[in-house]
């Protein structure tokens, strides 16, 4: 691989390319055989069982946000196939003496990064690091744009349960405006060919969500948009994300939460998902959370092989 | 500015002369003398000799272009441009004045201020007419002296970057604006509704996951500006940068009511939609920012009907360390300077079938109107000797590396335009002549 760390053209702004192939920045702009070959590869994954395919190689986790199950999962990943890890935190790093993101990916790739995946609290901010670096970068959920590996394990997980994604019928329930999930889940969804209804109040499902991908409904009834679902993917009010929003979580729950219920109108062999984390008693309750047809548990585990094929994939042994 | 003693003469023969003020479209010739029109004739009946003499054969002569909306960071910034290299800007981009921001480091909120950016040894190569602060620091708070910012050459006064929020202290402003003819101007954005947002709110800002500023932030502040401005008799409130449908109904209510209700629109406004903004590109990012299809559609009807009194650049120069980083975190302001001719003949004219004199008249007429340029935006005989040619049939492509402003942050870098500036003329002198 080349070691040229960044080139300047005179003086002016650096060099920008397109990104280097391998990166995983979003969903929406990933080709549907792309999407198929990380799902086929992801089968063949196993982190007890695995060949040290990266070996060799440094992966490098910048972490800007706090994460549990995404950052130990692409770590689980890359270490069962033989590579290197070192975790970045914003705290602790020379981030917190003001060096901006395109400064810290250059001395990431100049201590040796062979592939950068990173979790920022700002839109765009791994699609600007891609085009300016020379190795590929992996977003691991960037602001409230996308989540792309974690759509991949959504539906990797539900591959495990039912025999192909074309024609289910998926209802995304929740704070939809703030989610990267949501955003990286639908345009999946839409790709594949299911039938998606997303449910939430004005506030956090805006009319205009219908526009993100083609075939969508929104519903702002929770029971019209769970019967006859074959999959339910329940996402958290991200707090933190309101921001000026006056939403009455007692209207929320008695509207929106995921109740036995409410699943109960969904097909029998319906998937109940959450990304997580989940917040009991509030978008679901504890016993939907537990409950046989919930797989929360089985996504977290899924993302390890599914991340295992991401990083493959990016550096180039898959 | 160039000021000259000796006597100088300029012919400009065999060109199509386009002046709105003096209902001229026609081959004239025109003579330039000491800094002034001295002499306007159809082809080859100009008599007297000149020093100097311009072929202007297949182009367009019109009026010195008048921006009214250029942040020049000076002083305080010229990391970012500098009044030498942004009128340099101006001059290659045709326009021969140029009124200049007061968010500045100071911010130009005092007659001293004024005078010192319009001092010769700024460097400006274009007529620099400082637009003052209408609050101190403008914070919002207490008004500046606005008698004394006029008196030290100041065309008007703005908070611009930010609104004039609160509503009494607008009111006082347009109280004495009435007082002392003197023009207000208004970035009209409710700030309290565009908290953290980064672009217009709609399909792109959902879909690329940034927070987006809704468009009633700004129709909210035109429409009650314009209320405002109708209970002082000679009220003069000019809405910068406006680009909102919902706001140009609010300015249309105004001019039926004769309120003495003005506007301008930017190049980059008339010229894309929010839906541009791609793959997180910070030249695409500017506030106000690029807003839907159906609001550009207005925007271009309203440049069509009058409603729409300048093109204004907002020419906003950022360095690479302030551009080149996360969309959110990124400066809002595009660089607009050299790209305004190019756009208006290519979306206007070309597009929209707009006449090129309406499109000279919101260059030259029209901002010489909003802030009462005497003797400008016209080739009258007797004004000033500032010109500019164009070839509005020539085909380019802008090439933002070679951008004569030290910044080149515009979302135009390679775009093939229609129309070009051939020189420029400031006080009789050419200023800038195309390679």
Redesign the interface.
């Known amino acids: 691989m080349s070691t040229t760390v960044r080139q300047r053209?005179?003086g002016?702004?650096?060099v920008t390319r397109s990104a280097i192939r391998g990166s995983v920045l979003g969903i929406?702009g990933m080709p549907m055989h792309e999407i198929d070959r990380l799902l086929q590869l992801a089968r063949k994954m196993n982190p007890l069982k695995a060949r040290p395919l990266l070996r060799g190689k440094r992966v490098l986790l910048l972490f800007y946000e706090p994460s549990t199950r995404t950052r130990a999962s692409f770590e689980i990943a890359a270490k069962s196939l033989g590579a290197m890890t070192t975790l970045i935190l914003s705290s602790g790093s020379s981030i917190e003496k003001g060096e901006?993101?395109?400064d810290t990916a250059y001395t990431l790739r100049a201590v040796g990064a062979d592939v950068i995946v990173v979790r920022?609290p700002?839109?765009?901010?791994p699609?600007?690091m891609a085009?300016h670096l020379d190795i590929p970068v992996i977003n691991a959920g960037?602001?409230?744009?996308?989540h792309p590996t974690q759509a991949l394990l959504d539906a990797y997980t539900i591959l495990r349960h039912k025999k192909k994604l074309n024609g289910l019928q998926v209802a995304i329930v929740g704070d939809l405006?703030h989610s990267?999930v949501a955003?990286s889940a639908i345009h999946l969804f839409s790709k594949v060919g299911a039938r998606i209804t997303l449910c939430g109040p004005p506030e956090l499902l805006?009319e205009?969500?219908a526009?993100?991908a083609p075939g969508l409904r929104i519903s702002r009834s929770c029971e019209e948009a769970v019967r006859g679902a074959d999959v339910v993917m329940v996402l958290r009010v991200q707090r933190e994300r309101l921001?000026?929003l006056k939403l009455s979580l007692p209207d929320y729950i008695s509207r929106y939460q995921i109740t036995m219920t409410r699943l109960r109108l969904a097909k029998n062999d319906a998937l109940l998902m959450h990304p997580g984390p989940i917040i009991r008693g509030l978008e679901i309750t504890w016993d939907v959370a537990d409950c046989p047809q919930s797989v929360i548990v089985e996504e977290v585990k899924n993302g390890v092989p599914l991340r295992m094929a991401v990083l493959a994939r990016a550096l180039g042994k898959a | 500015m160039k000021q000259s003693s000796q006597s100088h003469s300029l012919l400009i023969r065999n060109g199509h002369l386009i002046d709105p003020v003096a209902r001229v479209d026609a081959l004239m010739d025109i003579l330039l003398r000491d800094g002034q029109v001295s002499e306007i004739a159809p082809p080859n009946k100009i008599r007297s000799g000149a020093d100097e003499k311009f072929d202007a054969k297949g182009l367009i002569v019109a009026p010195g272009f008048i921006d009214l909306h250029v942040h020049l960071r000076e002083p305080g910034q010229n990391y970012k441009e500098t009044i030498a290299s942004g009128t340099a800007a101006a001059a290659a981009g045709g326009f021969t004045s140029v009124c200049c921001m007061p968010n500045t480091m100071p911010v130009l909120d005092s007659p001293e201020w004024v005078t010192w950016v319009r001092q010769p040894q700024r460097g400006a190569v274009v007529n620099v007419f400082p637009v003052g602060s209408a609050t101190q620091a403008s914070k919002g708070a207490v008004l500046t002296d606005f008698r004394a910012l006029q008196r030290a050459g100041a065309v008007a006064v703005t908070d611009d970057g930010k609104p004039i929020l609160n509503e009494t202290t607008m009111r006082d402003a347009l109280r004495s604006s009435a007082e002392i003819n003197f023009p207000i101007v208004q970035h009209a954005e409710d700030t309290r509704l565009t908290q953290n947002c980064s672009m217009h709110e709609g399909p792109t800002s959902l879909r690329l996951g940034l927070r987006g500023m809704t468009d009633a932030a700004e129709a909210a502040i035109v429409d009650r500006d314009v209320q405002l401005a109708q209970q002082f008799s000679g009220a003069r409130l000019h809405v910068a940068h406006l680009s909102t449908a919902e706001a140009l109904t609010a300015v249309r209510r105004g001019k039926r009511n004769r309120a003495r209700v003005t506007c301008e629109v930017t190049p980059h406004h008339f010229a894309l939609t929010d839906s541009d903004v791609r793959d997180y590109d910070t030249n695409f990012k500017m506030n106000p920012p690029l807003r839907s299809a159906s609001d550009r559609e207005a925007l271009l009807a309203a440049l069509g009907d009058g409603t729409v009194d300048a093109i204004a650049t907002d020419h906003a120069p950022h360095a690479p360390h302030e551009k080149v980083v996360e969309f959110e975190r990124a400066a809002f302001g595009v660089t607009g300077l050299e790209t305004a001719l190019g756009l208006a003949i290519t979306v206007l004219h070309g597009r929209q079938k707009m006449p090129l004199a309406r499109i000279v008249e919101l260059l030259t007429a029209g901002p010489a109107r909003v802030v009462d340029l005497r003797g400008r935006g016209t080739l009258l005989r007797g004004s000033h000797a500032d010109v500019t040619i164009f070839d509005p049939k020539k085909r380019w492509t802008f090439d933002a590396a070679k951008s004569r402003s030290k910044s080149h942050n515009t979302p135009f870098d390679g775009w093939q335009m229609t129309g070009k500036v051939v020189a420029t003329i400031v006080a009789g002198r050419i200023v800038y002549r195309s390679s």
């Open positions: 053209t005179t002016q702004q650096p929406e901006s993101l395109l920022h700002n839109a765009g901010a699609h600007l085009r960037d602001g409230m744009h996308e405006y990267r955003r805006p205009i969500s526009t993100l921001a000026g």
